[in-house]
């Protein structure tokens, strides 16, 4: 955990049914310095949450300056593995008036497969 100004971050835990046992479900997870995490569940869709983890833990230590990366679960965070890369890859068409989003797609890359959604 990170109270460092500008390099917030903590470690997200996992309970089980009763809430009696914590388990680690993910580290490096983004937060402010009011303590608000950048963690959301998926309403209407069971188990699915959206989390944004510091990918540079020391150099935000000292920079102040964090890069984020995203992840989704897809078994309420769950360990171990349970947590995927989300790329958004966008199809960018050059003309002479500028730049523009034809298409974006979303990847969540897991060990084994890369589905687009």
Do not use: C
Request: aromatic share 8%; hydrophobic share 40%.
């Amino acid at each position: 955990m990170s109270t460092d100004d500008s390099a917030e971050w903590g470690n997200l835990l996992k309970s089980n049914s009763n809430g009696t046992y914590y388990g680690l479900s993910l580290d490096h997870v983004n937060r402010n310095k009011r303590g608000y995490v950048d963690f959301e569940k998926m309403i209407g869709i069971d188990g699915v949450a959206v989390v944004n983890i510091v990918t540079n833990t020391e150099e935000a230590a000292r920079s102040g300056k964090k890069k984020l990366q995203t992840r989704i679960s897809h078994n309420d965070g769950l360990f171990p593995v349970s947590w995927f890369q989300i790329h958004v890859d966008f199809v960018i068409q050059v003309a002479p008036g500028g730049l523009s989003i034809l298409q974006k797609k979303i990847r969540m890359v897991t060990s084994t497969t890369v589905a687009v959604l």
